[in-house]
């Protein structure tokens, strides 16, 4: 359920697909740390440049990620909105749940209360 | 209560240990009177619920907003092992639990639906049981579903931590 989601206009499969690869989602987590030229983001991996702007475009495909020309640089960073919806389709779903869990265990210590007065064991 | 989730894209699951024997958690699962207190979020409450618990058999969820909006959620039952597993396809509905489009509720065509969602009961021993919720998103391919099976469910803690500044500073 996303009782949430009305904020969300975003199709958010692009965005799911982009992050599904590993060296991708260490590149986004580099960058929640601030901005970064392509230089920056190809240091931590043993990958060509050329396939480093191969995975920003991508990201930058899926609007997770801005790319800016800063003289001879380019310069990536974070596009806020897209991350939001993405943190909250996830938030959503797990507070959804955990709150219901947590109500479903208020009822189910009810419900054994219940049982335990009415003199039945509870079955197993 | 043992509390554990992880999300990878397209398939998110969540765990939790309960202090009461799997036949009891069945019942507060499959029994609307029951689910009609435990569905939905803290403050939300859950007016209408059908349950026909038989493969191929509808249900209808509800839930209330604080502010008095009422969302229906349906679904169709596509396998039931009682005590042990119930595997269904979920859907938006409306009040009469017919299927409806996202939009129906206002929510953009985006908005993903026709999920199929399981639920597993485990025996957990000293009268405990622990439920496994597993939702698959239909249309992420196998491909996005192995490549992401690491490591998604913690980038989204991290990025949730780091959305609030990002938006300050955009």
């Known amino acids: ?124 | 209560m043992a509390k554990q989730a992880t999300s990878e894209a397209g398939v998110q699951t969540f765990s939790r240990i309960f202090d009461a024997p799997r036949a009891l958690v069945w019942k507060a699962w499959t029994t609307p009177e029951y689910v009609m207190k435990w569905w939905g979020p803290k403050g939300f409450t859950s007016p209408v619920c059908r349950i026909d618990l038989r493969v191929g058999g509808r249900f209808t969820y509800s839930m209330r907003t604080p502010d008095g909006q009422v969302f229906y959620n349906g679904g169709e039952f596509r396998t039931i092992v009682p005590l042990e597993k119930i595997v269904w396809l979920w859907y938006f509905a409306d009040a009469d639990g017919n299927r409806v489009s996202p939009a129906h509720h206002g929510f953009p065509d985006e908005v993903r639906e026709g999920n199929l969602d399981e639920i597993l009961f485990e025996d957990y021993g000293d009268g405990q049981t622990k439920l496994t919720f597993t939702r698959n998103d239909p249309t992420a391919t196998p491909e996005e579903q192995k490549g992401a099976a690491a490591g998604f469910g913690e980038i989204l803690d991290k990025l949730a931590e780091v959305v609030a500044e990002l938006i300050r500073s955009a």
């Open chain 1, 1 to 124: 359920m996303h009782y949430r989601m009305v904020v969300n206009k975003l199709s958010l499969s692009s965005t799911f697909a982009a992050l599904a690869d590993p060296t991708r989602r260490a590149m986004v987590m580099k960058l929640t740390r601030g901005p970064a030229s392509i230089h920056d983001l190809t240091e931590p991996f043993s990958l060509s440049q050329q396939m480093i702007s191969k995975h920003v475009a991508c990201l930058v495909r899926a609007r997770l990620v801005i790319k800016q020309r800063r003289g001879r640089e380019s310069i990536c960073t974070l596009r806020p909105t897209t991350i939001k919806a993405v943190a909250d389709w996830a938030l959503d779903f797990r507070r959804l749940w955990e709150e219901s869990f947590d109500k479903l265990d208020s009822v189910l210590q009810e419900m054994k209360h219940e049982e335990t007065k009415h003199g039945k064991a509870s079955d197993k």
